[in-house]
T-cell receptor, first 113, second 114 residues
């Protein structure tokens, strides 16, 4: 599985756009990029997944350059409730033999008023 | 709808004791996963079930850890002769493997071994 590197922590203020970049230099051809969010005392929650270019949903956008060696999770106009740990994961999307997720250390986002 | 539930939410036990942690997956989800999360770390994979069988138990740290899913729904993670190093949050996740790899996590059980 491709290893990921992301900042340990980030600070932001309410209303700002937050961009968290993840490096995955040895991503494989059939690997997808997935982001999870985890609040204190809760399990991780799926945010977004993509393979290339740009993906957008009601929560976030995911930007993936052509070489796919990195990706950027973009959170528009964050609020205090977006304070959480964000994990970047790389792996195969559909995997008959199982689909265990490999989490790194994540990025701790602190949104301040 | 109902999500993944785990019981108990907190468990405090003494070193050497036996504990069982329960997971109720989302109804109809065929795949079930157990992860362990230590303080300040991301979750680490323990074991994966497809139906009733353990398809991959490569993440179990040693033979004190065992998990079952006898009817293909509820799963129990069992830890024998607990050690202080077993203290962590144990997370369960389920997914509808046929359609998507999105895993839905429960709130976890915080295990403290004194």
């Amino acid at each position: 599985l491709a290893k990921t590197t992301q900042p340990i922590s980030m600070d932001s203020y309410e209303g700002q756009e937050v961009n968290i970049t993840c490096s995955h230099n040895n991503i494989a051809t059939n690997d997808y990029i997935t982001w999870y969010q985890q609040f204190p005392s809760q399990g991780p929650r799926f945010i977004i997944q993509g393979y290339k270019t740009k993906v957008t949903n009601e929560v976030a956008s995911l930007f993936i350059p052509a070489d796919r060696k990195s990706s950027t999770l973009s959170l528009p106009r964050v609020s205090l409730s977006d304070t959480a740990v964000y994990y970047c994961l790389v792996g195969v999307r559909y995997q008959d033999a199982g689909n265990m997720l490999t989490f790194g250390g994540g990025t701790r986002l602190m949104v301040k008023p | 709808g109902a999500g993944v539930s785990q019981t108990p939410s907190n468990k405090v036990t003494e070193k050497g004791k036996y504990v069982e942690l329960r997971c109720d997956p989302i109804s109809g989800h065929t795949a079930l996963y157990w992860y362990r999360q230590s303080l300040g770390q991301g979750p680490e994979f323990l074991i994966y079930f497809q139906g009733t069988g353990a398809a991959d138990d490569s993440g179990l740290p040693n033979d004190r850890f065992f998990a079952v899913r006898p009817e293909g729904s509820v799963s129990t993670l069992k830890i024998q002769r607990t050690e202080r190093g077993d203290s962590a949050v144990y997370l369960c996740a389920s997914s509808q493997l046929a359609d998507t790899d999105t895993q839905y996590f429960g709130p976890g059980t915080r295990l403290t071994v004194l």
